[in-house]
Structures are given as structure tokens and as C-alpha cells.
Nanobody, 117 residues
Framework: QVQLVESGGALVQPGGSLRLSCAASGVIFSRYQMSWYRQAPGKQREWVATIASGGSTNYVNSVKGRFTISRDNAKNTVFLQMNSLKPEDTAVYYC???????????WGQGTQVTVSS
């Protein structure tokens, strides 16, 4: 049974930082491309960042220079370090795992990030 469990969401002031974690189980983690998405109220889910199984990364333009995605294959965990947070970063953040060997895709349940003073 595959599970992705996000944690680390919180209420933070503008300019603050948060570190999200996503722990995976039931998969060979090193064979999966891992991504973060987010969905703000009334908006469609948006891709934020991806880290490939080999470690290369990509980001949506709006978070470049502020967010960093990383992975620890030994702990089956992917992270999203978010700095210089803005109110427009407020959303539910979701972890996504996509197999590099097929079409299997899995989602976590989401963690709420609220940026407000």
C-alpha cells in the first residue's frame, strides 16, 4: 500500500520560512520523480517543483530563488524549503510521486500553508 504523508504546514508571517516534508512508504522511493503542487482557494492545482530520481530540479517561475526541493532516498522523504514567503504562497501543498518506470502516480493528503500577518 502506497502512502505519501505531508507535514510541516503552518501559519507564518510574510517573509518567514517553512520546511515541508513528505514521507513515502510502499514504493521504491529512488525510482520515483517527486513533486510538490499547491492549490489555493478557488484556484486550480498548480505545479510548484520537481526533483528527478537523479536529483535534477525544476521550479515554477514564481518560486525560483525562494523555494528549494530536495530528497533523502535513505529516509524515503522529499522536502520543500520555503523562504521569503508571500501571502500568495497560501495554499494546500500536495506531494506527488511519479514512477520513472511506468505510469504509476500517487498523491498525499496535503498540508496547509498560510502566509499572513
Amino acid at each position: 500500500q502506497v502512502q505519501l504523508v505531508e507535514s510541516g504546514g503552518a501559519l507564518v508571517q510574510p517573509g518567514g520560512s517553512l520546511r515541508l516534508s513528505c514521507a513515502a512508504s510502499g514504493v521504491i522511493f529512488s525510482r520515483y520523480q517527486m513533486s510538490w503542487y499547491r492549490q489555493a482557494p478557488g484556484k486550480q492545482r498548480e505545479w510548484v517543483a520537481t526533483i528527478a530520481s537523479g536529483g535534477s530540479t525544476n521550479y515554477v517561475n514564481s518560486v525560483k530563488g525562494r523555494f528549494t526541493i530536495s530528497r533523502d532516498n535513505a529516509k524515503n522523504t522529499v522536502f520543500l524549503q520555503m523562504n521569503s514567503l508571500k501571502p500568495e504562497d497560501t495554499a494546500v501543498y500536495y506531494c506527488n510521486a511519479r514512477s520513472t518506470y511506468g505510469s504509476a502516480t500517487y498523491w498525499g493528503q496535503g498540508t496547509q500553508v498560510t502566509v499572513s500577518s
